[in-house]
């Protein structure tokens, strides 16, 4: 496995690279970032130089032994196939399920729909927009997480789904979506916020965070 410190192209307020700084953070990995500013200069996620990085042109992309993997779910599965320690996806077949199908139903289901590209599209009505699509998720949410959590999304230990679930919180409050219809979202959300994790890995607190958003 090669030595190198992982790279981490990320962008300060990406709730998919937040994803991984989380995971990163819990596992105890320390790595370089490199800033992808979405917005300015038209969005560097378009210039030659990332395009090299992730044919994709999005964020997060990592860098780590000798590979370089896109796609924030698929990532966090390689930090816990090559690093497992703590453990982000439970040994039990069941949770394991609950797990991914959270964390799919969040990444998959909610935050592309109100991803900045989509919403660039949208035009005019991109708030709405927004907030349409993050109310219907979360309503689902809601129930789900009624029947799976403990003190987290899936019983009582951190796991990919809440990596996934507090950066989608953000986007919620980000989108003037109240978190008040919600107090089982509300409930985990807050618990994990206190976690140093979450903390050292929030948009507020990157390289890249402008002075006026910093906390």
């Not at 789904?161 to 978190?179: F, I, K, T, W």
Request: proline share 7%; glycine share 4%.
């Amino acid at each position: 496995m090669a030595s190198e410190k992982p790279i981490l192209y990320s962008y300060f307020r990406s709730s998919c690279s937040w994803r991984v700084r989380i995971a990163l953070a819990l596992k105890g990995i320390a790595y370089d970032q490199v800033p992808v500013n979405l917005v300015k200069d038209g969005g560097q996620q378009f210039s030659a130089e990332f395009k090299a990085v992730n044919p994709m042109k999005q964020v997060p992309a990592l860098k780590i032994d000798g590979i370089t993997i896109t796609q924030s779910l698929a990532i966090i599965q390689y930090l816990e196939d090559t690093r497992p320690n703590p453990r982000l996806l439970p040994q039990d077949p069941k949770k394991r399920a609950q797990v991914r199908m959270i964390s799919d139903h969040i990444a998959s289901g909610i935050q592309p729909l109100q991803n900045l590209s989509v919403l660039n599209k949208v035009g005019e009505r991109k708030m709405e927009w927004a907030q349409q699509c993050i109310t219907s998720g979360f309503q689902a949410l809601e129930q789900i997480l009624q029947h799976t959590a403990g003190r987290y999304c899936v019983g009582d230990e951190v796991s990919m789904a809440d990596l996934c679930l507090v950066p989608q919180a953000a986007n919620a409050e980000r989108y003037g979506v109240s978190l008040d219809p919600y107090p089982t979202i509300t409930r985990i959300n807050k618990a994990l916020l206190e976690l140093e994790a979450f903390k050292v890995s929030h948009p507020s607190r990157q390289p890249d965070t402008p002075a006026e958003l910093r906390s």
